[in-house]
């Protein structure tokens, strides 16, 4: 089993055009493959605007056309592609909604955003995602041939239980496909992929939409790849571009021996707190 693996994060302009998105994917895809990335990740909301007025208009089934799109796409590429994340309509009801492709481009995964993004920050940022979206309820992970991945999208980030629970089922690295803004993004969007990284020591990827100044949700950008040390390995600004990483198993493993936390959780202790409704 290979131990390093180069993933490519595609920090895509997304327009309000879906199938300029769907081409222009294609083209980004194409290059990471050709630089030898073996896992590629695209933003949340790569084919609609980030913004409840529009997840209905974008809206698409599972499977529909854009998850045949990206399995073309992984097929063509013989990647592993996680298409950061869609509109999706089901029962009437409308998800946030990831879904992966192998190399033969069949679906492997498909995880719904569990924590939906709804903030009020006086005079800076109100955004309810419950107004029109319902949560995912299930834990979605997957394997390759070189590590087990974990998914997230954007807001889950803040909630340190998913990616511990990642982690405790055998993942050594979990993507966020995610589209922080320009308020919280400065201060919190690097420092939470650096605590779920360091708390659990595993790899963290996240991939951001570029920012287009003008859209109605002004996105934070700076795609990155976090080490299990909890180091940024790699990371960019807030232009269309693909980030790269090469992620190393046995660094995983060096750090979880050096500094064996995760093996020293007292879950015999925890575990009474967390399942009581009480503090
Ligand atoms: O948590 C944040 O500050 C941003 C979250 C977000 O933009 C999202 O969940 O889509």
């Known amino acids: 089993m290979a131990r390093v693996f180069r993933v490519g994060l595609i920090q895509l302009m997304v327009s309000t055009n879906k199938n300029d998105n769907l081409h222009r994917i294609h083209k980004f895809v194409r290059e990471a493959a050709q ?3 073996k896992l590629i990740s ?4 790569f084919n609609s605007p ?13 499977p529909g056309t854009t998850t045949q799109v990206l399995s073309d796409i992984a ?12 509109p999706e309509v089901a029962d009437g009801k409308l998800f946030n909604t990831c879904t992966v492709f192998d190399p033969e481009g069949s679906m492997i995964a498909k995880y719904r955003k569990m924590h939906l993004f709804d903030i009020d920050v006086p005079g800076k940022i109100t955004f309810r995602e419950s107004d029109v979206l319902s949560p995912g309820n299930e834990f979605a992970t997957f394997d390759t041939p070189y590590c087990k991945v974990g998914l997230g999208i954007c807001y889950d980030v803040r909630f340190p239980e998913l990616a511990q629970a990642y982690c405790k089922r055998g993942c050594q690295l979990v993507i966020y496909p ?6 919280t993004g400065p201060v919190h969007w690097e420092l939470l992929q650096r605590s779920r990284a ?3 020591q595993i790899y963290v990827a996240t ?11 002004i996105t934070w950008g700076h795609s990155t790849v976090v080490d299990p040390w909890g180091r940024v390995m790699s990371t960019c600004d807030e232009k269309e571009q693909i980030v790269y990483a090469d992620i190393d198993l046995n ?9 064996p936390v995760t093996a020293q959780k007292r879950y015999d202790i925890y575990d009474g707190v967390f399942k009581s409704s009480n503090n």
């Open 35 to 37: 630089q030898g990335a």
């Open 42 to 45: 695209l933003p949340e909301c």
């Open 50 to 62: 980030y913004g409840t007025k529009f997840f209905k208009a974008y809206s698409e089934t599972v």
């Open 75 to 86: 097929k063509e590429n013989k990647v592993y592609l996680v298409g950061g994340s869609i």
């Open 178 to 183: 995610g589209a922080f803004n320009t308020t």
């Open 198 to 200: 360091l708390d659990n």
């Open 207 to 217: 991939c951001s939409p570029a920012r287009d100044k003008t859209a109605d949700y």
């Open 251 to 259: 660094y995983l493993d060096e750090v979880r021996s050096q500094i």
